[in-house]
């Protein structure tokens, strides 16, 4: 038997029994070994999947006792399964606390639902002291999504809110009308991984979706784990997030 498992950007969501002969290829999941995350990231994917409007990646491994796991691989390892979570406890204070965020949202017509949607994940999150809306109003207006993505940035810019979401159909016009303005990190992300890594690793404040990319439920998870992450001016990526600045103000000056 095979196991097929479906992982996205090193993060399991699902494993379907798969077998040689004629059979269900379908049913329920069958436990993980502690050890596949380590295992997973030594097997490159076999082949790439879309599920519903999430790519997922998909890995064909043996499942028996005398092969799983191979033989260079311990049942104790945990590093794999642990680095996220330690990305995620990263804070902005000395005392270990996280500052609440200001977070203003923004959409055209083509997000405007999603906007909406997202906007009550924000209104509940514990970690969202005030949430700005600066439009479009309904999905009957049809305002262009750079008004919208720089009137948002504005506000991050002025120091009325610390981070921005906005939505689009692609999530990438309103990023790239979100970075004409001066100071602003904006970038398009559908998957954890590229989340965690764009406040950790970049210090974007300006997260952006496609609601014709990205399912509702999972942009939603997103944007509640996006609101716990916090960039650490002290990590080795500050100096490069710096460099970013610097050629800001070089080319800002032409």
């Known amino acids: 038997m095979l196991v097929l498992v479906l992982a996205q950007s090193h993060r399991i969501y699902h494993t379907i029994p798969h077998y040689h002969t004629a059979g269900p290829r379908h049913g329920t999941d069958v436990p993980l070994p502690t050890y596949l995350p380590t295992y997973l990231s030594t097997c490159p994917p076999v082949h790439t999947i879309l599920y519903g409007v999430t790519e997922y990646l998909l890995v064909i491994l043996p499942y028996n006792t005398t092969r799983f796991p191979p033989a260079n691989i311990t049942t104790t390892t945990t590093t794999a399964t642990t680095t996220s979570a330690t990305a995620t406890t990263m804070t902005s204070t000395a005392n270990g606390t996280k500052t609440p965020l200001r977070i203003v949202v923004g959409s055209d017509n083509a997000g405007h639902a999603y906007k909406t949607a997202l906007k009550e994940v924000l209104h509940k999150?514990?970690?969202?002291?005030?949430?700005?809306?600066?439009?479009?109003?309904?999905?009957?207006?049809?305002?262009?999504?750079?008004?919208?993505?720089?009137?948002?940035?504005?506000?991050?810019?002025?120091?009325?809110?610390?981070?921005?979401?906005?939505?689009?159909?692609?999530?990438?016009?309103?990023?790239?009308?979100?970075?004409?303005?001066?100071?602003?990190?904006?970038?398009?992300?559908?998957?954890?991984?590229?989340?965690?890594?764009?406040?950790?690793?970049?210090?974007?404040?300006?997260?952006?979706?496609?609601?014709?990319?990205?399912?509702?439920?999972?942009?939603?998870?997103?944007?509640?784990?996006?609101?716990?992450?916090?960039?650490?001016?002290?990590?080795?990526?500050?100096?490069?997030?710096?460099?970013?600045?610097?050629?800001?103000?070089?080319?800002?000056?032409?």
């Open 125 to 254: 999150h514990a970690g969202v002291t005030q949430v700005l809306d600066v439009g479009v109003v309904d999905a009957d207006d049809a305002t262009a999504y750079p008004h919208l993505a720089v009137d948002a940035c504005k506000k991050i810019k002025a120091g009325e809110a610390d981070r921005a979401l906005l939505v689009c159909g692609t999530g990438l016009g309103v990023a790239i009308s979100a970075n004409k303005v001066e100071g602003i990190r904006a970038v398009t992300a559908h998957d954890p991984y590229s989340v965690e890594r764009s406040v950790l690793s970049n210090n974007a404040q300006v997260l952006c979706f496609g609601q014709r990319v990205i399912g509702l439920e999972l942009a939603k998870k997103l944007v509640d784990e996006w609101v716990e992450l916090r960039f650490d001016e002290a990590s080795a990526s500050a100096e490069k997030v710096a460099h970013i600045s610097k050629y800001e103000e070089q080319f800002g000056e032409l």
